[in-house]
């Protein structure tokens, strides 16, 4: 027995010795590499609307090896493929909660507070001017939306416009000129063709039997519906204080706006939010049976992509154009909205200066730009809109000048529940659970009670 | 019979003692059943009732807030809606689905040859064998509000204009969605439980001239009452707790319309990142099954289900 | 006599097409979705996600081409399909196996045996299902976490199991209460031990049990979605739900023809499973109907 024992406590050791030699010569000591590798963990959200986003880090740690003289980075990339920015948010969170929290994340640049507050968030100021080869060169309005209470926590990887779409020759068979329709996104912008000029003109067109509906929108929850509030001279947060805002007339106006479509205009169906992306982005860009859809720039490389729409820019703006969100008011403002996705750098990375290069790298112009020529976003930096292969892109070309008008909605740790209520509340209106005025109560209630001391109701 | 009785007398005589050999056949045969249960069961409902507790948040930060959250509940104005549907959801499943389509398919599937009774209970068992994400699926396009789904495809076809179903009847769709899953668990009870029943029984009545639904109705369901009861019992609890397909299908939507109590529970607590409030509304949704499950067994006398053991005793 | 047992016979056969009718009727909702899905699968273009036309086998390609790429839709790299496989079998099995194991030992034990508590015990067994296991999901999380089992898919596969535990256990004492008790008896009355009289007299009694609930166990494992998606935080680690949901991305719907392959490709293991176990299924009793 005793025997038996020491030959398995033998074999025991032998395997020990060999697992043991087999991790030496696989390690880098003995290879003979002088440099010492450090992982440096990046979670990206998988996001059809933005893949380089992953990849592009990838690619800076691949040129930043070269030039690092006593480490090696090692990458290791996890794609999560979450539905949307607001549950890659609880679930890195959960990561972060594990303890496996990555040393590099993107986020969508309204919950930046969340993760500012949590603890797992850098706070980049300082590192920031170490670059300013870099970082100098970013549009300065960029950096409103990476800011939370005066700290700025992120690097924006892209912004983009939305914008009302049209169908350009649906309008001519109504009956306008080329110069009517030419002159459309001018009137918008001079505050001369209203939402509801909007509603009426795709009401005429539909009961023509020109297209099947006037007036699409998102089906899903998003930063869209905000153009509508602040068409209508809403406003959503306080300068001052940082709370969040409920502008009551505005939201108000925005809920009847919504009301009115389905309703009144009968230009959108009422069970709008249940229709599948394909059936809204299909029939407006390859048929032609949607005259207006509130969309955006990204949304144009995927008419191409997916529909079979034409990848020639003179044929594809002959029949499809765009313009900002008309104003809610004769005379008023226009409105777009910017929604940049970012990167973060941890609070808890071991790795945080390498991290930031990484990051760094990520944004050159050469990295940035593949990005927002591959996913029709916009450049959130000067160089990027010198080369050539962004000056060339007809759709981003058109779209950049839109941005004049851009805005963000607030990085504020709330805006998630802020931002859920009134999705439920849009959805009452349009599926006629609840009336505009009805809505705008359950809005208030449930705010006052989910967000509380964060808010501000004004009139 | 006869033979029972002299090996009653061989056990019965001895009087058992909790013996260290019987400690340990208990450890054996139920240790792991109660180690995994008491683990991954009891301990997290407690844990949750403890997050009830305090405000937890998506960044897994809070501090203890006592009974406030439960304040908050009683307080919640979307709190009835969600009370209605959730009734209405759970009486029409059972009802429709779980118990009655059930036991409808059960009856006629063992009518028929075995063969194609099996080919039939197949079918029906298919919802239960795809993985959600793909039922989903199959059902997002089914309801498709504009005449592209399948749907308003065929209602395109007898040229009726195209129908939100969602919109039109949010109740209709979350049953059927979910009925069309349970239905096959009652049916696979039942359709066993009709097999077993003597076919002795059934010829004897079928020779005096009775009819099949006088059969149905006076030998088969009196014999099934037991596993109608079982399947009352665990669907109701079942379906109390689920909202997985609801989740992908409807969203709870249209505004609050098909959002039933689990569904309630997963937005504050997912989506909103309220753990701590989620946990709260947990809790209650735990102390309401425990009742329901005192009640069926009080009234439907579930002591049948523990009938004393033939083997020996404490 | 002849004739009454003639007319009975024919009133069956009319009896026997209205089932069959019926049965037909209210089957084809079921049907056709599945019957559309496994066309999709292989046609080339889904116009608007109704009719499919053109014959292809390119929506397969995610099972021999490494990199999918953005053109699906989906963005970057989907992790390899075999290693997403793996993982998802290696859950199923795991499942099937804890649940089969637990549930025969305690089963056998309840059915046949008295002890003090045994009420309270079924009772508190019953009282479980009413536990909205999911609603459970953060509290497991700090759990898994507390006992270092994030991340691993033993970990779900402990969770999985232990929530569906009690039913698995209902059945399997359905199973034992219907073996007649003197088989047991005469066993040990021959000399053997309890606990080989439970494992060669009784364990082969209870097969079709044991089927039916490794049925049961088997499919709770390979589809689940939601404990995956919460405790599973690596890529190494997905199952084939993450790698669908992957695909299917944001909902947009874009590539029907691979989201249906994949679908179809997800569903062949538990079809299959089915196959091997359904006719254990209509055996299945709970709380003894043949008491």
Redesign the interface.
């Known amino acids: 027995m005793r025997m038996r024992m020491s030959t398995r406590g033998w074999t025991l050791v032998l395997i020990l010795v060999l697992v043991a030699v087999f991790a030496l010569s696989i390690s880098p000591a003995v290879t003979g590499q002088a440099k010492r590798e450090v992982v440096i963990r990046a979670a990206v959200r998988a996001d059809a609307s933005g893949p380089d986003r992953a990849v592009n880090l990838q690619r800076a740690v691949d040129r930043l090896n070269p030039k690092l003289p006593d480490v090696t980075i090692r990458l290791q990339l996890e794609e999560a493929p979450t539905p949307g920015w607001a549950e890659e948010t609880t679930r890195l969170m959960r990561v972060f909660a594990a303890g496996e929290g990555p040393d590099v994340y993107t986020i969508a640049h309204e919950f930046v507070g969340m993760f500012a507050k949590a603890g797992h968030a850098l706070i980049l100021d300082e590192m920031i001017k170490k670059y300013p080869e870099t970082y100098n060169d970013f549009f300065p309005s960029q950096w409103t939306s990476v800011k939370h209470r005066g700290r700025i926590y992120g690097i924006p990887q892209d912004t983009e416009a939305r914008m009302i779409y049209f169908r350009i020759d649906r309008l001519k068979q109504f009956g306008w000129s080329d110069a009517q329709i030419k002159g459309l996104p001018g009137r918008v912008e001079k505050g001369d063709f209203t939402l509801t000029d909007m509603a009426e003109l795709a009401q005429q067109m539909k009961d023509k039997g020109l297209v099947d509906w006037g007036f699409y929108h998102r089906p899903t929850r998003g930063p869209d519906y905000y153009q509508i509030i602040l068409a209508y001279g809403g406003k959503l947060q306080d300068e001052k204080s940082g709370k969040l805002v409920l502008d009551r007339s505005a939201t108000l106006d925005f809920l009847r706006f919504l009301h009115d479509n389905v309703y009144k205009y009968k230009i959108t169906p009422s069970g709008m939010t249940n229709i599948p992306w394909r059936s809204i982005l299909g029939p407006f860009s390859a048929e032609g049976k949607i005259q207006f859809i509130m969309g955006g720039i990204w949304q144009s490389g995927e008419f191409i992509r997916d529909y079979g729409v034409t990848k020639d820019p003179v044929e594809f703006f002959t029949n499809i154009d765009w313009t900002l969100i008309p104003s809610g008011r004769k005379g008023g403002k226009p409105v777009t909205l910017s929604h940049p996705i970012i990167y973060i750098v941890s609070a808890r990375s071991k790795e945080k200066d390498l991290a930031f290069r990484i990051v760094t790298e990520a944004s050159s112009a050469e990295l940035n730009a593949i990005h927002a020529v591959n996913s029709y976003h916009i450049a959130v930096r000067k160089a990027v809109t010198q080369l050539a292969a962004y000056k060339n892109h007809a759709w981003l070309n058109r779209a950049t000048p839109l941005l004049e008008y851009a805005t963000f909605i607030p990085n504020h740790e709330d805006f998630g529940r802020y931002d859920q209520i009134i999705y439920e509340a849009m959805q009452a209106v349009e599926t006629n659970r609840l009336t505009p005025d009805a809505a705008l109560q359950f809005v208030e209630n449930q705010m006052r009670s989910q967000i509380r001391d964060q808010l501000m109701v004004v009139e | 019979m006869a033979t029972q009785a002299p090996v009653l007398s061989v056990t019965r005589p001895v009087p058992s003692r909790p013996t260290r050999r019987r400690a340990g056949l208990i450890l054996l045969f139920l240790g792991p059943f109660v180690l995994l249960t008491v683990v991954f069961f009891v301990i997290p409902a407690v844990l949750t009732g403890l997050l009830g507790l305090t405000d937890l948040d998506a960044a897994f930060q809070g501090q203890v807030v006592g009974l406030e959250n439960f304040r908050g509940f009683a307080a919640d104005p979307l709190l009835p809606r969600v009370l209605l549907n959730t009734v209405v959801y759970v009486f029409f499943t059972l009802m429709c689905f779980n118990v009655g389509m059930g036991l409808l398919l059960a009856l006629m599937t063992t009518h028929i040859s075995d063969r194609a009774g099996t080919v039939f209970r197949a079918i029906w068992l298919l919802p239960r064998l795809t993985p959600q994400v793909v039922y989903a699926l199959l059902w997002l396009w089914f309801v498709d509000p504009t005449k592209y789904g399948l749907l308003n495809t065929v209602r395109g076809w007898l040229g009726l204009s195209a129908l939100d179903l969602i919109s039109w009847s949010p109740w209709l769709v979350i049953v059927i969605v979910n009925g069309l899953i349970g239905a096959s668990l009652g049916m696979v009870i039942f359709s066993s439980a009709i097999k077993s029943v003597p076919e002795d029984y059934v010829r004897a009545a079928r020779v005096d001239g009775a009819a099949s639904l006088r059969i149905i109705r006076y030998i088969i369901l009196p014999l099934i009452r037991w596993p109608v009861t079982f399947v009352l019992v665990y669907q109701t609890l079942a379906l109390l707790t689920s909202y997985e397909y609801i989740l992908l299908v409807t969203g709870g939507g249209p505004f609050y319309d098909s959002t039933v109590y689990a569904l309630y529970v997963f937005k504050r607590a997912i989506e909103s990142g309220d753990y701590g409030y989620g946990a709260a509304l947990a809790f209650i949704l735990v102390v309401v099954g425990a009742v329901a499950a005192q009640f069926y067994w009080r009234f439907l006398n579930f002591e049948r289900m523990i009938t004393q053991p033939r083997i020996e005793s404490d | 006599m002849a004739g009454?047992a003639r007319r009975?016979r024919r009133r069956?056969a009319a009896?026997?097409a209205a089932?069959?009718g019926?049965?037909g009727l209210?089957?084809l909702?079921?049907?056709?979705?599945?019957l559309?899905?496994v066309a999709a699968a292989f046609s080339q273009r889904v116009s608007?996600?109704?009719l499919p036309s053109g014959f292809t086998l390119n929506n397969w390609r995610f099972l021999w081409v490494g990199n999918l790429g953005?053109?699906t839709?989906?963005?970057?790299?989907l992790p390899n399909i075999w290693q997403v496989v793996w993982n998802s079998l290696v859950l199923a099995a795991g499942t099937t196996v804890?649940v089969v194991?637990?549930?025969t030992?305690?089963g056998?034990?309840?059915?046949?045996?008295?002890?003090?508590r045994?009420?309270a015990?079924?009772?508190g067994?019953?009282?479980?299902?009413?536990?909205?296991?999911?609603?459970?999901?953060?509290?497991?999380?700090?759990?898994l976490?507390t006992l270092n089992l994030?991340?691993s898919v033993a970990g779900v596969i402990?969770?999985i199991?232990?929530?569906h535990?009690?039913?698995a256990?209902?059945v399997m004492k359905g199973f034992f209460d219907g073996i007649p008790?003197?088989i047991?008896?005469s066993a040990l009355?021959d000399g053997a031990s309890?606990?080989r009289a439970w494992y060669t007299v009784l364990l082969p009694q209870v097969r079709n049990g044991i089927g039916a609930i490794a049925m049961f166990a088997f499919?709770w494992g390979?589809?689940d979605?939601?404990f995956v998606l919460?405790f599973i935080?690596?890529?190494n680690s997905w199952t084939?739900?993450?790698y669908?949901?992957?695909v299917?991305?944001?909902?947009?719907?874009?590539?029907?023809g691979l989201?249906a392959a994949v679908?179809v490709f997800?569903?062949i293991p538990?079809?299959l499973f089915?196959l091997f176990t359904?006719k254990y299924?209509?055996?299945?009793?709970?709380?003894?109907?043949?008491?």
């Open positions: 009454l009975a069956d009896a026997r089932i069959y019926a049965l209210l089957s909702p079921i049907v056709i979705p599945y559309w899905l608007y996600g109704l953005f053109v839709g989906t963005a970057g790299r804890v194991v637990v549930a030992l305690a056998y034990f309840v059915s046949r045996h008295d002890f003090r045994r009420a015990f079924l009772k067994a019953l009282v479980l299902q009413a536990f909205p296991g999911i609603t459970l999901l953060v509290a497991l999380f700090i759990l976490r994030l991340n402990l969770v199991a232990a929530l535990l009690p039913f256990l209902f008790w003197d047991e008896m009355i309890r606990l499919l390979w589809t979605y939601i919460t935080l690596r890529r084939m739900a993450l669908l949901n992957a299917i991305g944001e909902y947009r719907f874009v590539d029907y989201m679908g997800y569903m538990s079809l089915f359904q299924l209509l055996q299945i009793t709970i709380g003894g109907t043949k008491a």
